[in-house]
């Protein structure tokens, strides 16, 4: 949805301006840039007055806001900093801004809702401020406002206790050739745990001047995910070894892994908020468990033995040079090795996969490397032990085919929005109904969806999940990010100043699993849940627990808000690639001698379908997302058609001649992959010839064998037979080898001459025996003398 009315009398104003311009342009003999686009008119989706190109005349940001949260030992006023520029297509003169503010938000909706309400609902208002007494086109100015928390004789903000404040800042202003108008506001939430004290009111000592502290006698027990995952980056279509370097699509990465990078800095908030000084009773890092995408992990740990960055992803074994990135992949791993020692430690599905998509496409192999697998790869990595049997769904949401691909891996508990369960299950583990009584148990608890939603408006590209319901939707384009992160400041805190409604105050934190938080924003994230925590507002409830919780909430269906269309094709396109890695698996020898196993062999290309169904930055950009997983698909095919090009038949060249009618056939069969594989030859021969199965047979790694397979040919015509290897199940290897047969045998034609001339050989004899024995001239001597 989009924001609604921001104004009180700005259609009025609108029209007053629509109307005076136009006569302006009326009374115009002829028509100058300066008087083109005069006119003025309300916008059907802001009702802000825009110019005729479309565009609004200002553009108000926050840059700044001091508190960001407010608490008994604050300044009794908030200040503001900003800036506004002129984004019309003429000057603006006379920039004035007033600070309001709304009551403060009562239900977790409103934390998204009270952002779009029409600035008439803002009650608490200030006074104009002049800030720039005239703006050219695309010139700007900063400046500082501030307004009172509360005050006895003057404009306030109205803050009387603590809450969770929405406050507004409206800019008005006269553009050239109109009249003056309500041209931009901006919006964002204060969170207020604590009221301090009055100094308007005449009597320090009075109860009014008090500061007015929160109430900590139930406070919300708070478990905190915190997110280490990135977009895939290994190129796609490669399959494991142990000599050669991996590539990776582009050098992104190493950007976001060194100082000041996004992955550096998720790190070091952490590294940084849980050390004594400033979690001395270790509540935080109580409360705090990292959540870590193995394909991440398996990238950063093969980058710090040097890797190449490819020209162009869709030709990952083309062109290359070497990323930059070693020394930061080493030193970023190495900390995050030393911080999962002290710290909670949770793996995500690999690469963020789709549980639903994952259960629409119904292959256990792939099931068991999205949900199973993950853990060992981090324990592997990390040397540790994480936290097993929760599956963090990275869309919030499961459906009926997501749900039973992740019973099928046996007893977990699902974490999912709250919003996407009916009924809510907040506070407490629901077991999930559905599917047959043969299915594992599967248990859901829940993340709250409002705050979910507010923490991914946090940074570089902010978003908007799929859980999150239509009235509760809006363009963040035009939020600053100062202003997004005052939201999920405020989204935090309002579950510990929230009256209690239930038995039990909980509260788990879930930013997106790919998630663009950067600079600032992860210190005064952590920072905020360690002040509620260090005050007493929220306890810390460990991952750990919430993991071992057995159901006490009603039993639960899943359900879904909104989910993107299905794209069967890919899905029906995994399937059947994952099919055959899982056949070239099957065939390929276990070596003892050989480091490089089967499962290594296979696991990277299995890997990449896992994260064609990944979902990260798919709510940022859908349609882009689409077309990368399509592309990753079709280089993923492309590599292992390679692969099993790999192993064929070596057709003899000319024609291939047998010295008898069962004389063998003797062929050559090639592997030129890492590994041994165990095969079977195909024949495809005419009805003439007869050809034995040879059985399955093995191939040596990067070598070849001489195949004897016996046949049988009753014709001497040439033959063409078509010869290819197969996997143990069947699965073609390579392409088919057409070999040209010719045999010196005449087959049953020869046999019938040969009987035939025998039987008149034997009449012509016994014919010349007759006539001697009888004493008379055979006739067939007649004129025959002897000499």
């Known amino acids: 949805m989009v924001r609604l009315p921001k104004v009180t009398a700005a259609a009025l104003t609108a029209l007053m301006l629509a109307l005076t311009c136009t006569g302006v342009a009326a009374a115009q003999d002829t028509e100058d840039p300066s008087t083109s686009a005069e006119v003025t008119y309300q916008s059907s989706e802001t009702d802000l007055p825009e110019t005729t190109k479309g565009t609004q005349f200002l553009n108000l940001s926050v840059d700044t806001v001091a508190p960001g949260t407010v608490t008994t030992s604050s300044e009794p006023f908030v200040t503001v900093r900003a800036t506004v520029t002129n984004t ?131 406070p919300v027990a708070t478990t905190l995910m915190w997110p280490l995952a990135d977009k895939p980056r290994l190129a796609a279509g490669l399959p494991g070894s142990l000599d050669e370097k991996v590539r990776l699509v582009d050098d992104e990465l190493a950007g976001e892994l060194v100082s000041g990078g996004r992955l550096d800095e998720l790190l070091q908030s952490v590294e940084f908020a849980t050390t004594d000084q400033l979690d001395p009773e270790g509540r935080l890092a109580e409360s705090i468990c990292l959540a870590i995408d193995p394909d991440l992990l398996v990238t950063v740990s093969n980058m710090t033995r040097g890797y190449l960055v490819v020209d162009d992803p869709n030709d990952p074994k083309g062109p290359a040079r070497e990323g930059a990135g070693r020394d930061a992949a080493s030193n970023w791993l190495s900390r995050l090795e030393n911080l999962a020692q002290s710290t909670c430690v949770t793996a995500l599905p690999f690469a963020q996969v789709d549980l639903d998509t994952l259960g629409n496409v119904g292959d256990a192999s792939l099931v068991s490397t999205a949900i199973e697998s993950p853990s060992d790869i981090v324990d592997a990595i990390l040397g540790v032990t994480s936290v097993r049997g929760v599956v963090w769904s990275s869309t919030g949401q499961l459906g009926e085919t997501g749900a039973a691909a992740v019973r099928s891996t046996g007893p977990r508990t699902a974490l999912l929005a709250d919003n996407s369960i009916a009924p809510g299950a907040s ?107 260090r005050s007493g507002l929220a306890t810390p409830r460990p991952f750990g627990e919430l993991a071992a919780a057995q ?19 890919l899905e029906d396109r995994v399937r059947a690639q994952s099919k055959r890695i899982e056949a070239l698996r099957g065939s390929l020898v276990e070596d003892p001698q050989s480091a490089l196993t089967p499962r290594l062999f296979t696991a990277p290309l299995r890997e990449d379908l896992l994260r064609t169904i990944g979902t990260a930055d798919r709510s940022v950009d859908s349609v882009a997302a689409s077309n990368s997983a399509r592309d990753r698909m079709d280089v993923s095919e492309q590599g292992l058609d390679a692969v099993f090009s790999s192993v064929t038949v070596l057709a003899p060249g000319g024609v291939y001649t047998l010295a008898s009618e069962q004389s063998p056939l003797l062929l050559v069969a090639r592997n030129d992959l890492p590994v041994g594989v165990n095969v079977r030859l195909k024949v495809d021969a005419p009805p003439v010839m007869r050809v034995s199965d040879v059985g399955s047979m093995a191939l040596p790694a990067r070598g070849s064998r001489t195949i004897t397979v016996p046949a049988e040919v009753d014709d001497s015509r040439n033959l063409s037979v078509d010869f290819s290897l197969t996997t143990l199940d069947g699965q073609q290897l390579g392409e088919p080898s057409t070999v040209s047969v010719r045999s010196n045998a005449y087959g049953q034609a020869l046999a019938i001459i040969t009987a035939c001339a025998g039987v008149l050989l034997l009449l012509l004899a016994g014919r010349r025996l007759w006539h001697r024995f009888k004493g008379q001239p055979d006739p067939a001597d007649e004129g025959y003398e002897r000499p």
């Open 551 to 569: 159901p006490t909430g009603l039993p639960v269906e899943t359900r879904t808000i909104r989910q993107s269309d299905r794209d069967v094709d």
């Open 427 to 533: 506070g407490s583990v629901a077991r999930v109904v559905g599917g047959s009584t043969a299915d594992a148990e599967l248990n859901a608890t829940v993340f709250d969806a409002a705050t979910a939603t507010a923490l991914a408006g946090v940074g570089d590209v902010p978003a908007t999940p799929a859980y999150t319901p239509d009235d509760q939707r809006y363009d963040l384009a035009s939020d600053s990010r100062t202003a997004r992160l005052q939201d999920a400041l405020g989204a935090i805190t309002y579950h510990a100043l929230a009256p209690v409604t239930a038995a039990e105050r909980a509260l788990t934190i879930a930013p997106p699993q790919y998630w663009t938080a950067g600079g600032d924003e992860p210190d005064a994230i952590l920072g905020t849940v360690s002040s509620l925590l």
């Open 88 to 218: 019309g297509d003429r000057r603006v003169d006379d920039i004035s801004v007033r600070m309001q503010s709304a009551d403060a938000v009562e239900r977790p909706e409103e934390l998204r809702t009270a952002l779009s309400l029409d600035q008439q609902e803002y009650g608490s208002v200030g006074e104009f401020q002049l800030v720039a007494g005239s703006l050219e086109r695309g010139a700007s100015a900063e400046f500082v406002i501030s307004m009172p928390l509360r005050s006895a004789v003057g404009p306030s903000l109205g803050v009387q206790q603590p809450g969770v404040y929405p406050v507004l800042l409206n800019v008005n202003g006269t553009p050239e050739y109109g009249g003056t108008a309500r041209l931009d506001d901006a919006r964002f939430l204060l969170p207020v745990t604590g009221v301090p004290r009055d100094p308007t009111v005449p009597d320090p000592a009075s109860p009014d001047a008090a500061p007015r502290p929160p109430s900590t006698a139930d």
